[in-house]
């Protein structure tokens, strides 16, 4: 069968799908069970799990964690700025697909829609129920720490704090690992680079185990525009590592979403020996990941989300040592992700959870907060297409299936 896809340029063209997936899929499909959340969705090899790492041995050389998104309950009669109604079976579903194959999951990023749909009502409660199912099955989990209880509006410097120790508090209490995350509400409050410094170093003395950074930039979230007290980035990137030199006993390491792979090379280069550099680049994440002669990054990608089986498959040839492997598998996976995280990039969510709809993990292409609508139908065909041309798809032909539905609801007949 061939499919009529539409073109950015108001046109169409004729797409031929592939007939099964890429050879990694296959493989790990051969060495792990293959579940079916409760809603009837396949999952790949999720339910069944009992430990996180049962298609293939632990990973090794590298600390991998994917931020993973949410699933929406398509049938609950929610208005598109009201609490969001999500899914808890299958969402906890997909967390065992990522443990299933050795990836840790970040859990209530900005993936899951975190200030985006999920509000910290919902976030708390996703928190609960992973943390709870990662102890069950043996996962890696760390847990994003914000502010996003506060009301919309201005707040001191003392509100803020106290609302990061109210979310670090409930982290520590699942037993997970905190991920302090940029704040909207400490970015309009701070006026110097020492009410960052002063704000982060409080919560660091707090903290009852080492946490991770999470500077995340404005082509993330325009509200963080000038975080850690500067609009320029050499200057913002003296006071966050001042901050980390400050306590590095307290400081598991950076996750960096600032899309410049020079700027991430050069500030793990000045870590504190012991901290970790996590990318969060989703650009140029297979030579963050390979690394150097002088080091390397970890990761904490969005966009392991839907390459969660390929990532680990390409990390375990890292592993042996072969990084020339690891980019083959890797490199071309760019192009996706590049196309997902384009301008407005805040809204690749919608790109993931479509991938997430079409390789069978969810049931419908429903999101919180109506985000399923924040990108074009010609934006949505390309990402069918360029995660099909990968092979990330177990079920082509599903994949194939749905796709075409999803073109005839806009209209375009097949």
């Not at 890797?330 to 919608?350: G, I, W």
Request: proline residues 6%; contains cysteine; negative net charge.
């Amino acid at each position: 069968m061939t499919l009529r896809l539409p073109s950015a340029d108001g046109g169409f063209r004729t797409y031929v799908p592939r007939s099964e997936p890429a050879a990694f899929l296959r493989d790990t499909a051969a060495s792990a069970p293959v579940g079916t959340a409760s809603s009837g969705s396949v999952v790949g090899s999720t339910n069944g799990s009992t430990n996180g790492s049962t298609a293939g041995p632990p990973l090794a050389s590298r600390t991998v964690f994917s931020a993973a998104h949410v699933v929406a309950d398509p049938y609950a009669d929610v208005s598109p700025d009201g609490p969001a109604a999500v899914d808890w079976d299958t969402t906890l579903a997909f967390r065992r697909h990522l443990w299933s194959h050795g990836l840790g999951v970040a859990e209530a990023m900005d993936t899951a829609q975190r200030g985006m749909g999920l509000d910290w009502a919902g976030a708390a409660e996703l928190i609960r129920r992973s943390a709870a199912e990662a102890e069950a099955v043996g996962g890696r989990i760390a847990c994003g720490v914000g502010t996003d209880q506060l009301a919309p509006g201005p707040h001191d410097l003392g509100t803020v704090r106290a609302a990061y120790e109210e979310q670090l508090a409930l982290v520590e209490e699942t037993g997970s690992q905190a991920i302090l995350m940029a704040s909207r509400a400490l970015a309009a409050a701070a006026k110097t680079p020492d009410d960052f410094s002063d704000v982060y170093a409080h919560l660091l003395r707090q903290a009852a185990e080492p946490v991770v950074l999470h500077w995340l930039g404005p082509m993330f979230d325009p509200a963080l525009e000038g975080y850690w007290g500067s609009a320029d980035l050499d200057a913002a990137t003296d006071t966050f590592l001042q901050v980390i030199s400050d306590h590095p006993d307290k400081v598991d390491g950076i996750k960096i979403s600032l899309l410049d792979a020079r700027r991430e090379v050069e500030l793990r280069r000045r870590l504190p020996d012991g901290v970790r550099c996590y990318t969060g680049d989703d650009f140029n994440y297979p030579e963050l990941i390979a690394g150097d002669e002088r080091g390397f990054s970890h990761a904490l990608l969005g966009i392991f989300d839907p390459l969660g089986p390929l990532a680990a498959q390409a990390v375990r040839l890292l592993d042996t040592g072969d990084v020339a492997g690891f980019r083959d598998l890797l490199d071309p996976t760019v192009e996706l992700s590049r196309h997902l995280f384009q301008a407005p990039t805040r809204f690749y969510k919608t790109g993931v959870v479509l991938l997430a709809w079409l390789a069978g993990h969810q049931d419908h292409f429903a999101m919180v907060g109506g985000l399923q609508s924040a990108r074009s139908l010609p934006h949505l065909a390309r990402a069918y297409e360029l995660a099909d041309g990968l092979g990330l798809f177990p079920d082509p032909v599903m994949a194939e299936a749905r796709m075409a539905s999803l073109l005839r609801v806009y209209g375009v007949d097949q």
